[in-house]
């Protein structure tokens, strides 16, 4: 037993030596990031005030609109991603405890008490003729308690299980970006709804404007002071300002439809937050921070960065086939055919043993395992180089895109003030009868349009400062 138990120790040594030097740890990850950006303000991601607790309870209420942000606690609560992904994380969390459950001792009591009577005409109930104290009737009574253990001396199990809880961190990540997600989207579908609301306002009262003009036109007309052509060029171009009602409308329900989705309900619930008229929200430019900081804030950077954690991990569990798989086993427990002897020396049966499985002729087979797995990890590798890239090329694109509509935004607002200024000069010309009713709709149409740029500006603006979030992740 001395020698057994020397043996097995020596054998444990030399296959943890091996499972170690055959998968090393993995070495420390060098993704592909800048030291600063170009065109994202990397200042610190620290604030005060608002900002600070617009970051502590949701990036979202950097807009400062209570509607949305309703809307968004909502989404969250009930939107089938995000259920989706909490299921994924349950799920991941108990493969995790799985994997870890499968390194330790496993033990489990069984017990059966039966009673059968055997035929006199078959098998051994035809010897109760011949012999008087044989009885047909058999009483038999088991209880044991087994125990055993995977001895795990490659290291297959464990590696097992660091890729099982890099899954499960991966899984958590998931979540986050499933609610990163789905907040960005009812953002969208909200700033999508508020500019298309205000837009369906400014081209009715386009077509307002545009249908007085029609009847001065024609009123013009009948007293033969202007002309028909004047009246169709006018008619025409009252139509094409009506076309644009309907798709607006057409705008206005598709949002809010897909506002109700995303908040778990049907398309045709009534939603109390988009109840009455609000401006476009606006928001601040968020804080990029520093590069870096990407490659913990953006969950789909954790979750590639968790990928590659656990296909480095399966490499491990795949190498440890190579070696020679021990477990130890014991049982104790009483069988008899009498419960007078139950519990008794006579009746306790007791057992030992040492397993051992190894793959030794399926060397091939291996082979092409644990090929597949380095494999595996080398794509994981690209992959999170790749996200990495792609993070960080969609934070400097996002912020030179918000750059530009800030820029746009305050041109589109110059224009506005000169063409209301315009307009107060011709109310002005109107009360002291230099110019007509009719000159002075075109004034107003001018300012109508000059605002309808403005909303469509704004809304630019407010969707640049969406992607910058996204960018960021959140």
């Known amino acids: 037993m001395i020698r057994l138990s020397r043996f097995v120790s020596q054998l444990g040594a030399t296959l943890l030596l091996a499972g170690c030097a055959g998968n090393p740890p993995l070495a420390p990850l060098k993704p592909p990031v800048a030291p ?34 309703a809307l968004v606690a909502r989404a969250l609560a009930d939107n089938t991603d995000v259920a989706v992904a909490l299921a994924r994380v349950d799920q991941a969390r108990a493969a995790s405890r799985a994997n870890g459950a499968a390194r330790l001792p496993s033990g489990q009591v069984s017990g059966s008490l039966a009673r059968a009577e055997q035929s006199l005409d078959s098998g051994l109930g035809r010897l109760t003729r011949y012999v008087p104290t044989l009885s047909r009737t058999q009483n038999e009574a088991v209880l044991s308690a087994s125990l055993g253990w995977d001895l795990d001396l490659a290291g297959g199990l464990r590696k097992g299980q660091q890729a099982a809880r890099a899954d499960a961190v991966a899984a958590q990540a998931g979540l986050a970006a499933a609610q990163l997600a789905v907040a960005a989207s009812v953002v969208e579908s909200y700033l999508d709804y508020r500019a298309a609301q205000a837009q369906l306002a400014l081209a009715q009262a386009r077509v307002d404007q545009l249908s007085d003009r029609l009847r001065f036109a024609e009123a013009r007309l009948a007293h033969q002071d202007g002309s028909a052509r004047d009246r169709d060029d006018r008619a025409a171009e009252r139509s094409a300002a009506s076309a644009a009602v309907p798709l607006l409308r057409a705008q206005v329900d598709a949002a809010r439809y897909g506002l109700a989705v995303l908040t778990g309900v049907t398309a045709q619930t009534p939603l109390p937050e988009l109840a009455g008229a609000a401006d476009i929200p606006q928001a601040s430019d968020p804080a990029a921070g520093l590069p870096a900081d990407l490659l913990r804030l953006r969950p789909d950077l954790v979750v590639a960065e968790a990928q590659v954690l656990a296909a480095h991990a399966r490499v491990g569990a795949a190498l440890g086939e190579y070696w020679p798989h021990v477990t130890l086993n014991g049982l104790i427990g009483w069988d008899t055919n009498s ?84 307009l107060h000069r011709a109310e002005a010309a109107l009360r002291v009868g230099e110019i007509s009713q009719d000159q002075l709709r075109g004034a107003t149409l001018a300012q109508i349009a000059a605002k309808a740029q403005v909303v469509e500006a704004r809304a630019a603006l407010a969707q640049a400062v969406l992607a910058c979030h996204r960018a960021l992740g959140g």
């Open 36 to 69: 600063n950006w170009q065109a994202a303000n990397a200042a610190p991601r620290q604030q005060t005030g608002l900002a600070a607790s617009a970051q502590q309870e949701g990036w979202w209420r950097a807009y400062g609109d209570p509607a949305l942000d």
């Open 339 to 422: 419960l007078g002897s139950f519990g008794a020396d006579s009746a306790r049966v007791t057992q030992g043993a040492i397993g051992l499985r190894w793959r030794l002729f399926d060397f091939a087979r291996i082979d092409a395992e644990v090929a597949a797995a380095k494999g595996r990890e080398r794509e994981s590798l690209a992959s999170y180089r790749g996200a990495v890239l792609k993070a960080g090329s969609q934070v400097e694109s996002s912020f030179a895109a918000l750059a530009a509509r800030r820029a746009a935004l305050q041109a589109q607002q110059d224009q506005l003030t000169a063409v209301s200024s315009a």
